[in-house]
């Protein structure tokens, strides 16, 4: 064997290999090929996905209403905006009405998902049927309900222009388990079906049910909620994952807020690309033979410090009615059920 | 193989190629971003942790009805926000118009916003003018370029101001679209005084006008004859913006002005001209597009109108003084 020849050979293979990594960047959308080596195929979790055009604020009509005061003397209580300038909603924050005349136009559709596995099935009549009465009043709505036993759910009446579709998913042995795949099946959901249906989702708890208006002010493009535990509280006392294993670990000079892993969602495209994030991160803790404290809760918190919400829900949007009312909350619309935890989980 | 069953080069290549093509295209592949627009992961940032319970201003408003942010000194952390905007590698594009005496302005108004506009990232000036030899040499940092775009002059200094909005629209769709994400446009008998940066850009954003933040809308000077097209009823009305402060994305920015220019012409048939010019069409414009935020008179000031109120934390946009009559004639 000649110098030479050795020479020209590897030259050969080298000009292929990057002639063909440089056609790989721009062939890459066309190919299936999984991410993550540890990961089975899948291909709906790596197609691209299309969203719907997405609808712009039209210019408002003419509207009767008080005019904002800037210079204002009380002091507010909580706080409205975040240091990265997202809004966080509360009751005064916002007219009402004048997001009514911004939205309505639009003719939006929100989508919710919603999961009620194992005896947890006992929860959505009441989550319907509050959700109804409060939930995105005026507006298309479409319900997707996943659960392991359809025949478990009621019939609940629901108004014109609202929706309620039951996918059926497996169930597991493990409540952990199941909280924790919720991720993976949004993000499936909407690459199969979601995004095409609705222009903006939220990703909700079933054991809670509305209690006040939930309306045009919780829509942005990534939407998280305050979780009503902690936000009095010093960041070192959130309940972030601490273990540096983890791919949800959290120092201790980190964070804003801690979020609650019942209320989140946005754009349709945003709520793909975070719930995809997530389950990527939950499974990287999996092939580590870890599981983060709070499971998808300990997440989706490590990735809201990355990826700042552009909406942020004060807890009147998530709140536990085992909690006193404090008077810096004025209404609460979104609670917990009080229920036997050890029971439901058994 | 070889007649005598001994591998030769031949088969070595052939092993050695696949192997190569394989490690390269792995790693192409398992290194390579998810491709979904807009993720802009932020590095590791230690920063004092927000209050929920501790509002950031409580002399001011710092959010609209329709939840746009209204910008204050301590409503924002600059670093977390340089860093969501460098991460998407965004450029800036500053208009400013210096016709006729104007040109005299643009030395200290290029100066100053070299060293407090938008630093740290790409920035873009557009200079209008008609005398391109009278633009002086400035230093520009890197990643800062100046494009000078000749237009033609008016003899009112009042049409001046108003075909601004008619060029801007035009080189917009032109050319804007294309160089860069958002658009500022400012007067240029103006200087950057303190930080003026990325807090500022969103959608579609308008300047609270320094004289009127503490008014009652029945005494903003909006149009208020009918027959104009940036009429205004006395009973209507949010702030009042300032024509000389304003911007957005360049779509945004594109309809706003657009709609302004076809708004003037319009009134130029029917015979009347609006009592502020501009101005006036634009606070029609952004009564009925709401602005996705909204700048605290810091961004818009005149010291030696209105001092230095407390409630002012920063001077960020001030005017330089100046003899109107000598200027505008």
């Known amino acids: 064997m000649t110098r030479r020849r050795l020479g020209l050979g590897l030259a050969f293979c080298l000009f292929a290999s990057i002639s063909l990594w440089v056609l790989c960047g721009y062939v890459k959308d066309w190919l299936l090929v999984s991410y993550v080596p540890y990961y089975l195929p899948c291909p709906e979790f790596n197609m691209k996905v299309q969203f719907r055009r997405e609808k712009l604020p039209q210019p408002m009509a003419q509207l009767q209403y008080p005019q904002p005061k800037l210079l204002e003397r009380r002091p507010t209580e909580l706080l409205t905006l975040t240091p990265w300038l997202a809004p966080i909603i509360s009751e005064g924050t916002f007219d009402p009405e004048f997001l009514k005349n911004m939205y309505q136009p639009l003719n939006l559709t929100i989508g919710v998902t919603v999961f009620a596995v194992g005896k947890y099935t006992y929860f959505i009549r009441s989550f319907l049927e509050s959700a109804e009465e409060f939930f995105m009043r005026g507006y298309q709505v479409h319900y997707y309900l996943f659960t392991h036993d359809p025949a478990a759910v009621p019939r609940v009446p629901l108004g014109p222009g609202r929706l309620l579709s039951i996918i059926p998913i497996q169930g597991h042995s493990q409540w952990e388990e199941i909280s924790m795949r919720r991720m993976e099946t949004i993000s499936k959901h909407i690459a199969e079906r979601a995004h095409q249906e609705v222009d903006y989702l939220f990703c909700l708890d079933v054991d809670m049910v509305f209690h006040n208006q939930w309306g045009p002010e919780t829509l942005g493009d990534l939407v998280a909620a305050i979780h009503p535990g902690y936000f009095a509280v010093p960041r070192q006392q959130f309940p972030y994952e601490r273990r540096q294993a983890s791919s949800a670990f959290v120092a201790d000079s980190e964070g804003d807020f801690y979020y609650g892993g019942a209320v989140f969602g946005g754009r349709v495209a945003r709520v793909y690309e975070f719930t995809r994030g997530c389950h990527m991160a939950i499974l990287a803790d999996k092939a580590n033979g870890i599981m983060a404290a709070w499971q998808e809760e300990s997440h989706l918190n490590r990735r809201f410090i990355w990826h700042k919400p552009s909406t942020v829900l004060s807890p009147e949007y998530l709140w536990d009615d085992r909690k006193p009312q404090p008077p810096t909350l004025k209404m609460i619309r979104f609670s917990t059920v009080d229920k036997n935890t050890n029971w439901l989980r058994s | ?329």
């Open chain 2, 1 to 329: 193989m070889d007649l005598r069953g001994r591998p030769n080069c031949y088969s070595t290549h052939l092993g050695i190629l696949p192997l190569l093509v394989l490690v390269l295209v792995f790693f192409s592949v398992a290194v390579r971003e998810l491709d979904v627009r807009e993720i802009v992961t932020l590095s590791r940032m230690t920063y004092p942790q927000t209050r929920a319970l501790s509002p950031s201003r409580k002399d001011v408003l710092v959010l609209t009805p329709w939840l746009a942010p209204i910008i204050w000194e301590g409503t924002f952390n600059i670093d977390i926000l340089n860093e969501q905007f460098r991460l998407q590698n965004t450029t800036i594009g500053l208009t400013v118009f210096a016709i006729k005496k104007y040109v005299v302005f643009l030395k200290l108004f290029l100066e100053t916003a070299e060293q407090h506009f938008m630093v740290g990232h790409k920035v873009t000036y557009y200079v209008f003018t008609d005398r391109p030899g009278d633009v002086p040499q400035v230093h520009l940092g890197t990643g800062r370029r100046l494009v000078v775009l000749t237009v033609r002059n008016y003899s009112r200094w009042q049409d001046v101001s108003m075909h601004r909005m008619e060029m801007i629209s035009h080189f917009s769709e032109q050319r804007f679209l294309h160089e860069v994400d958002y658009l500022v446009c400012a007067d240029v008998d103006m200087k950057f005084r303190d930080h003026v940066g990325v807090e500022i850009l969103s959608a579609l954003f308008g300047t609270l006008h320094p004289g009127f933040y503490n008014s009652n809308r029945g005494a903003f000077t909006y149009e208020r004859r009918p027959k104009s097209q940036a009429y205004i009823p006395w009973d209507e009305g949010d702030f009042y913006y300032m024509g000389a402060f304003f911007g957005g994305s360049v779509v945004e920015v594109h309809h706003l002005t657009k709609a302004c220019h076809e708004a003037m012409v319009e009134d130029k048939a029917n015979g009347i001209e609006a009592v502020w010019h501009d101005e006036s069409h634009l606070n029609k414009y952004l009564l009925y597009h709401k602005p996705t935020k909204v700048l605290s008179p810091e961004y818009m000031w005149d010291q030696q109108l209105m001092g230095w109120p407390s409630i002012m934390k920063k001077l960020r946009y001030v005017a330089v003084p100046k003899n109107h009559q000598a200027i505008r004639n």
